[in-house]
């Protein structure tokens, strides 16, 4: 009797720990008409735009910059890398295909062989180690150029990151939601705190962008990256971003990659299932 | 001594007595000064970042002004607890916890109350 009592309670227990309180569907729904409701007018694709889809004055900035957008040199970087073969004769599209724009809208997806997310950046480098290359770095340089001009070849797509029915995956989702949404760091702060409470307020001179659209315009052309680097590289992957942020709130970043940021990767993409990629993007 | 002189004398001491504890009980000026530093200091108070405060450039507007302080804090213990851990009346409040978190020193958190709660 003690023995049956025991398994049903472990089982009643183990069902309440693997169910989530609400499906991604659900979620996405709720963050969406979260903002829609938060700033009413602006069209859904424009969330993708960031702080420039909430000010007027900052539009007109980014608007002058895209007339002669900085990214430009690094997507022509991209389409070389793409188009140079391997030492052993293969290239890139031996990995991804011959159609360079039908690649960037498969990321990230959950891999059921290897029971994880994975992350463009994260074929991109099993395409060299692969061909017996080595690989890139994972946070710039030719990986956000390959990057760059993957995301410029598949604009006006919609992002459309499948979780599968699957227990595995849609636990990657949730620790990926719980990671936006969860203080972290001696600043206390999580993600959702500026991108989801206060989205169009400022910190100091900088406008905080929506959750929604997070990702669509990654990799990006960012003006601090720019003056950081010798050669004025501005280019940058999200997880670059994720480990800045990180180290802004006084967190210990994770590394790019991390199991950590492409779960993170995963919950964020698809809270923007539906918005067009626009990437590369410029930001400040 | 006259007469007067000796009557005047415990007078005069009260007297010194109660403008001592009046300069005590408020900061001195260096001090407000130092509370002000530290306050603006990005990597200290970085106050700036999310309040605005007079004479502090290109503030956020994340948290409300700190103006008009005794009137919305009459109580100046209650303004000390707000920066120490300003979570502890609202869980939700994005303000990072200067004194909970050590992000200031107790000493540091005493030097910005008194600055802020002069605004």
New interface residues.
């Given amino acids: 009797m003690k023995k049956i009592l025991t398994l049903l309670l472990s089982a009643g227990l183990m069902t309440t720990a693997m169910q989530a309180v609400s499906s991604p569907q659900e979620d996405l729904e709720k963050f969406r008409l979260y903002y829609e409701q938060r700033f009413p007018g602006i069209q859904l694709d424009d969330f993708g735009n960031g702080p420039y889809a909430l000010d007027a004055n900052k539009r007109m900035q980014w608007e002058s910059m895209e007339e002669f957008p900085p990214y430009e040199e690094y997507v022509d970087k991209g389409r070389e890398i793409w188009e140079t073969p391997f030492k052993n004769g293969k290239s890139f599209a031996s990995c991804f295909g011959e159609d360079p724009s039908k690649v960037r809208v498969k990321y990230p997806r959950w891999d059921s062989k290897t029971q994880q997310v994975v992350t463009l950046e994260g074929d991109i480098n099993k395409c060299l180690k692969d061909n017996g290359e080595k690989p890139f770095g994972w946070k710039k340089g030719k990986i956000a150029h390959l990057g760059a001009f993957l995301g410029y070849e598949a604009r006006g797509q919609k992002i459309n990151v499948v979780i599968p029915d699957d227990p595995k995956a849609l636990e990657a989702y949730e620790e990926g939601k719980h990671f936006y949404y969860a203080k972290r760091g001696q600043l206390n702060l999580a993600c959702a705190d500026c991108h989801v409470q206060y989205p169009g307020q400022r910190v100091r001179g900088q406008m905080l962008s929506t959750g929604l659209g997070q990702t669509t315009h990654f990799p990006v052309f960012r003006a601090k990256w720019e003056k950081a680097s010798p050669d004025g590289d501005g280019m940058g992957t999200l997880h670059r971003r994720y480990g800045g942020c990180n180290k802004q709130v006084r967190a210990r970043p994770f590394k790019a990659q991390s199991r950590q940021y492409r779960n993170l990767e995963f919950f964020h993409t698809y809270m923007s299932n539906g918005l067009e990629i626009n990437a590369p993007g410029y930001r400040e | 001594m006259t007469k007067p002189t000796k009557r005047l004398g415990p007078a005069a001491t009260a007297l010194a007595l109660c403008i001592g504890l009046v300069l005590s009980a408020q900061a001195s000026a260096d001090d407000l000064e130092a509370g002000k530093k530290i306050a603006f200091d990005r990597s200290k108070g970085n106050c700036?970042?999310?309040h605005h405060i007079e004479g502090g450039p290109?503030?956020?507007?994340?948290g409300p002004p700190l103006i008009a302080m005794k009137s919305r804090f009459p109580d100046k213990a209650k303004l000390r607890a707000q920066i120490w851990d300003a979570?502890a009346i609202n869980p939700?409040s994005?303000m990072?916890?200067m004194g909970r978190?050590?992000?200031l020193s107790e000493k540091e958190i005493d030097l910005v109350t008194d600055y802020i709660y002069s605004l």
């Fill in positions: 700036l970042t999310c290109l503030p956020g507007n994340i979570t939700h994005i990072p916890p978190h050590r992000i």
